[in-house]
């Protein structure tokens, strides 16, 4: 067990779809976190949370959403997205920002 | 110019030998260093951190910090083949309370029997 659970691992959808990614961890953490994974290029943060609160957004679309009702759970809303935005998304967490990353196995999306 | 440099590779060694994986950043302020490693798909997982100039060392592995030349290494000693696997250089600039964890493309290492 990875101590942060993502699913589904694997999501198709057609760009007026609606769709959620779901994590949860059990690490007792802070901070929990959105990256991006495209293939050639750097993991992209997209949106980092502590103690519930979203403190970083780093100009990611409106059409990813995140929300993070605890500080155990951690999801992101998916609406009427484009091909370009298919790619490995990985929830992480951490015991504050700055400390190491405990990563999830991610969701591999297609965007159809 | 990127934030976090790495050579993409890959990097083949023996099995047995040192592998060298190298990393460039270039944000000064930059306070704390980590090395993931990422199985082919996989998600990554902590190797090494480290915050200090100089060297670090746990089992096989040594990271190496120099902030004057702004750079990060890893060090794996007799490498096997299930080090195999995509590197990540990743730093860190906490000033101002924020996250500014930025990482780099990877390097590919291939560990050959």
């Known amino acids: 067990e990875t101590g942060v659970t993502q699913t589904p691992r694997h999501l198709v959808m057609g760009m007026t779809n609606k769709k959620s990614l779901k994590c949860e961890q059990h690490l007792g953490h802070n901070a929990m976190y959105w990256y991006k994974q495209s293939a050639k290029k750097p993991l992209e943060l997209m949106f980092v949370y502590s103690l519930e609160e979203r403190v970083e957004n780093n100009s990611v679309p409106s059409r990813f959403s995140p929300e993070c009702p605890n500080s155990s759970h951690l999801f992101l809303h998916l609406h009427t997205l484009q091909p370009e935005d298919s790619a490995l998304y990985l929830c992480?967490?951490?015991?504050?920002?700055?400390?190491?990353?405990?990563f999830g196995n991610g969701t591999r999306l297609t965007v159809t | 110019q990127k934030e976090v440099e790495q050579n993409s590779g890959p990097l083949s060694v023996p099995e047995g030998a040192i592998a060298s994986l190298n990393c460039t950043y270039s944000d000064r302020g930059s306070q704390s260093f980590f090395w993931y490693r990422q199985y082919s798909g996989k998600s990554p997982e902590l190797i090494m951190f480290?915050?200090?100039?100089g060297d670090k060392e746990d089992g096989r592995f040594t990271a190496q910090l120099n902030k004057a030349s702004q750079y990060v290494s890893l060090l794996i000693r007799d490498s096997q083949p299930s080090d195999s696997a995509t590197y990540l250089c990743a730093v860190n600039n906490l000033t101002g309370g924020g996250n500014k964890l930025t990482f780099g493309t990877g390097t590919q290492l291939k560990v050959e029997l």
């Open positions: 992480a967490s951490s015991q504050d920002p700055g400390s190491p990353l405990h």
């Open positions: 480290i915050y200090s100039n």
